[in-house]
């Protein structure tokens, strides 16, 4: 008994030696089989990097289906490397690319020249497919055969087309944009320009007119209209017609008009002339006599180039007149005329009127006496405080001093000067002159003859 029992712990004890061996062995097993995994997995990954070629891809799945053969261990794993390397075939599949050259959208000065950059394109099996682009222009979704810069705002597409060798089609678009032509109308002369009212001497306005052109030199034609105080106005502008007048120059390019104008002002700036032959008029008192108003402007000339004049007559103190001056009684009386034309111009002059009683003498005084072996000469001077010089009645006579009777001889009147002969003399040693004014008052004058030398 006491044997058979030390053999069966001697067998226990051998059992568990072979298992705690068994145990050993099966972890060393799994350590070298994740070992190999382990750098399997770092070689693939090198692989992965590399972005192989084609050649390269071909030649790694040979290897890899000889180590599948060789290191049946190992052959899920190198299963899984051969996805991936399926895969990596995947990306590099044949592809086609068409890109434009410059930009998508191009603006283009009017008139400059356009250099289209075009496209090019690429594919990875057929090469470079660049004269094989086909390029269509298209205006308004037409086909034009090219792009024409002087089309003022066109905007052209132009469509690039690919085709690879596979049947496979890409196209691109540009966009070229033609810039808005540059007018510029620029007027000869002055904006604004002035004539003053002339009807005498009429003066025809000269239109020095204006000038259009495009941004690349081309001269456009200019048409002109004008209109006359808001109206439409025909024929030449003239010093004669007042007014504002507008002269509107046009110059159509494109279907755009392109607009400046000119202002002309015809114009009365100068106030009506007035002038009087005198300042101060005297009249007689006459019972049951007046000076109308009409006769008071008529002492007044006014001139004007516009003969649209309105008169006014005031007094002193600015009160207009509406009735006529009595002669009956005497005064002395202020009166302005007021004229002012159709532009506002205005212009005043005084007078002054007298009604008065005349009961001073006129003034008579002999200036020189001159004398020579034939003639006497004989100058004087004349005045009065009503009558003109020239209603004045003047006479003379020659006086031997004796006091007989007296003859005198008429003048014309406003005749200040006259000649006696020698002969006519006599024994006259005196030479005496009369006048009378319009009332009847009457004065005379006495001078010695001096000897004849």
Excluded at 69 to 97: A, F, H, I, R
Excluded at 126 to 151: A, E, H, M, P, Q
């Amino acid at each position: 008994m006491a044997t058979n029992k030390n053999v069966e712990e001697k067998e226990r004890e051998e059992n568990k030696k072979g298992l705690i061996l068994f145990i050993i062995l099966l972890i060393l097993l799994l350590a070298l089989f994740i070992g190999i995994r382990a750098l399997s997995s770092k070689k693939e990954d090198k692989k992965e990097q590399k972005e192989p070629t084609t050649e390269q891809v071909v030649e790694d799945k040979t290897m890899d289906e000889t180590v599948e053969e060789e290191n049946p261990y190992v052959y899920t794993e190198q299963k899984t490397t051969k996805v991936k390397k399926t895969s990596n075939n995947q990306e590099q599949k044949n592809t086609l690319t068409l890109v434009l050259k410059g930009d998508n959208v191009i603006y283009v000065d009017y008139s400059d020249e356009y250099i289209d950059e075009g496209a090019y394109a690429l594919d990875t099996k057929d090469g470079d497919l660049s004269v094989s682009i086909v390029k269509t222009i298209y205006l308004n979704n037409r086909v034009v055969d090219f792009i024409d810069t002087t089309n003022s705002g066109a905007v052209y597409t132009i469509k690039y087309v690919i085709t690879n060798s596979r049947g496979e089609t890409k196209e691109v678009v540009r966009t070229v944009i033609i810039k808005q032509a540059e007018v510029t109308i620029a007027l000869n002369g002055n904006s604004e320009e002035k004539l003053e009212y002339q009807v005498s001497n009429r003066v025809t306005y000269t239109d020095l007119g204006a000038t259009a052109t495009t941004s690349n030199g081309i001269n456009i034609p200019v048409t002109s209209t004008i209109t006359r105080n808001g109206e439409m106005y025909e024929g030449n502008i003239s010093s004669d017609q007042l007014g504002t007048y507008i002269i509107t120059y046009t110059a159509t390019y494109n279907d755009k008009n392109y607009v400046v104008t000119r202002t002309v002002r015809v114009e009365d700036t100068v106030a009506p002339v007035i002038t009087t032959e005198k300042e101060t008029y005297k009249y007689l008192v006459e019972e049951e006599a007046e000076l109308t108003l009409d006769e008071i402007k008529a002492l007044f000339n006014v001139t004007d180039e516009d003969t649209n004049i309105i008169t006014t007559l005031t007094d002193a103190d600015g009160v207009e007149m509406t009735t006529n001056i009595s002669k009956a009684l005497e005064g002395e009386y202020t009166i302005i005329l007021s004229a002012k034309d159709r532009s506002n111009n205005v212009s005043e002059r005084a007078i002054s009127i007298s009604v008065m009683k005349d009961t001073e003498a006129p003034t008579v005084t002999i200036t020189n006496i001159a004398t020579s072996e034939t003639e006497y000469t004989i100058e004087f001077s004349v005045s009065d405080n009503y009558s003109e010089n020239e209603n004045i009645a003047i006479s003379y006579a020659l006086l031997d001093g004796t006091g007989g009777d007296i003859d005198f001889i008429d003048l014309e009147n406003g005749q200040y000067s006259f000649t006696i002969p020698v002969t006519d003399i006599g024994t006259a040693k005196f030479i005496a002159i009369k006048v009378k004014d319009e009332c009847g008052n009457e004065n005379a004058i006495v001078q010695a003859l001096p000897s004849i030398i």
